[in-house]
């Protein structure tokens, strides 16, 4: 199939679209997540699709939210989507992108962890000594090993808008200290397990964002995506070296393209030349092989 920039699923109502994501309605009880080869940076989505993108995204949040089931629920149905009434072009789009999920009342914050000292977190660290309020050691370097992961949670911004950090009290007054307590406790355990598996497959993931929603009985749950190249820092941990950005498996190989450019990071975004389209590709896919790779 060729890239899969929008989905168009006539059968379903459509929800609405994510930045990556197709969302449509099945039945009263149920979510259809399409995963599209749409690429954002910067919260602009890029005009050129990544082949296969979707398909990686997908199987690689299947694989860890198996991983993690004994850890926190999940959004999956564990249903086929032979369940869902597509007609045959419909189900070409979607076959090996979508996920058929149970709907949840998703959690107004970003639940992010870190592990290394990169990104907003290095710039916070330069500007004041803490990340997200959390004071750190002085003298430590872009790159450097965490003593201990972080909780670092930041707002849901509407679309067109940047997300934006906040500190753990911000998370208490949103949610309430049990709820918010139980999601910073269930992150930092979900990071610290799917971390070490991937150091064993030569992976370091410096940080991710998880996304939590709730049951009806008030339960956490795991949706969206998990530990994609999209949500998450990978590094190849044979060429990690403290004191500069490292090279990456994950979509920071884009961002530092653009940051060459003379672009204001406001819509509509620059063309990507074929190499980078195909390097993000590529890197997409090494990431997935390493991290699912049974020993």
Not at 29 to 43: G, K, M, N, P, T
Not at 69 to 93: C, F, H, M, Y
Not at 175 to 184: K, S, Y
Not at 197 to 206: M, T
Request: negative net charge; aromatic residues 8%; hydrophobic residues 40%.
């Amino acid at each position: 199939m060729p890239p899969l920039f929008q989905s168009n699923l006539s059968s379903l109502p459509l929800i609405g679209r994510g930045k990556v994501r197709d969302l449509y309605r099945v039945g009263p009880d149920h979510l259809l997540i399409v995963a599209s080869d749409r690429l954002s940076a910067f919260d602009v989505v890029l005009p050129q699709p990544i082949p296969g993108k979707g398909e990686v995204l997908t199987r690689l949040s299947g694989f860890w939210f198996a991983r993690t089931a004994d850890l926190v629920p999940n959004q999956l149905a564990g249903l086929p989507l032979s369940t869902i009434p597509l007609d045959a072009t419909e189900r070409a789009q979607v076959e090996g992108r979508a996920m058929l999920v149970r709907r949840l009342d998703p959690l107004p914050i970003e639940a992010i962890v870190r592990g290394y000292l990169i990104g907003s977190g290095w710039k916070d660290y330069q500007a004041t000594g803490a990340v997200s309020g959390l004071a750190l050691p002085a003298g430590l370097r872009q790159a450097d090993r965490l003593p201990e992961p972080l909780f670092t949670p930041s707002t849901k911004a509407e679309p067109g808008a940047h997300d934006e950090n906040v500190d753990f009290y911000y998370t208490v007054a949103l949610l309430g200290r049990e709820l918010a307590e139980e999601l910073r406790t269930l992150s930092l355990t979900i990071y610290r397990d799917c971390a070490a598996h991937a150091l064993a497959r030569g992976i370091i993931i410096a940080d991710t964002k998880f996304e939590f929603g709730l049951d009806t009985a008030g339960r956490l749950h795991l949706i969206d995506e998990l530990l994609t190249p999209d949500s998450s820092r990978f590094w190849p941990a044979d060429r990690y070296r403290p004191g500069t950005s490292p090279p990456s498996f994950d979509k920071q190989f884009v961002r530092d393209y653009l940051e060459s450019l003379d672009w204001d990071k406001t819509p509509p975004g620059p063309e990507l030349p074929p190499a980078i389209i195909e390097r993000t590709r590529a890197k997409y896919t090494e990431a997935e092989q390493r991290l699912t790779r049974l020993d």
